[in-house]
């Protein structure tokens, strides 16, 4: 991952584990852009006006905050539902460039390698110029209003959840009313 960042000649921000990140970066490498050790605020980090893609595992979580902020994604699946994941903002959403990653396997594992070149391949489609990646940012600004409104009074997750709370609430109502007429 780090020599494909490094080749696309994007700026870039990498968060690395605490745990023996400096064994996954070359020499000079944080010259080339920012690498945090640990945690980070992924949220604010990803809603900043100064980012333009975000490479994601295809996690749930990642995958929902990245089309939230409307950014065009580089996926790199590991398991799990993850290719699932990627599938859907690949090829439905059509707001990600897939890196490669075919095989489940942790980074490391036989079959879980990526070459630099392809993680560089991705970046470049995402952070690039052309019709395609200016699409795929439409795209992807797109869908963030799509989730804004979703959430906004009278969207549909805001209803749901409306929902949701009442039928809990009715339930509780009724197992009260139950133990006390008993």
Not at 15 to 42: C, H, I, T
Request: with cysteine.
């Amino acid at each position: 991952m780090a020599l494909g960042l490094e080749a696309s000649g994007f700026p870039f921000l990498w968060v690395l584990p605490r745990v023996n990140s400096d064994d996954w970066v070359p020499d000079g490498f944080e010259e080339k852009g920012m690498v945090v050790r640990g945690w980070a605020p992924q949220l604010l980090i990803l809603n900043h006006e100064a980012v333009g893609g975000f490479v994601t595992h295809c996690g749930w979580n990642s995958v929902t905050e990245g089309i939230a902020a409307g950014l065009p994604m580089v996926t790199w699946p590991l398991f799990a539902e993850q290719f699932y994941n990627e599938r859907l903002l690949v090829d439905v959403v059509k707001v990600g460039v897939a890196v490669g990653s075919k095989v489940y396997a942790l980074p490391g594992e036989k079959g879980g390698l990526v070459k630099a070149s392809e993680v560089e391949e991705a970046v470049r489609k995402v952070m690039g110029e052309g019709e395609e990646a200016e699409e795929r940012r439409r795209r992807a600004m797109e869908m963030a209003r799509k989730a804004r409104r979703a959430v906004e009074d009278g969207g549909s997750s805001y209803e749901d959840a409306r929902n949701l709370i009442r039928e809990l609430l009715e339930k509780k109502a009724e197992k009260i009313t139950g133990e006390e007429g008993e």
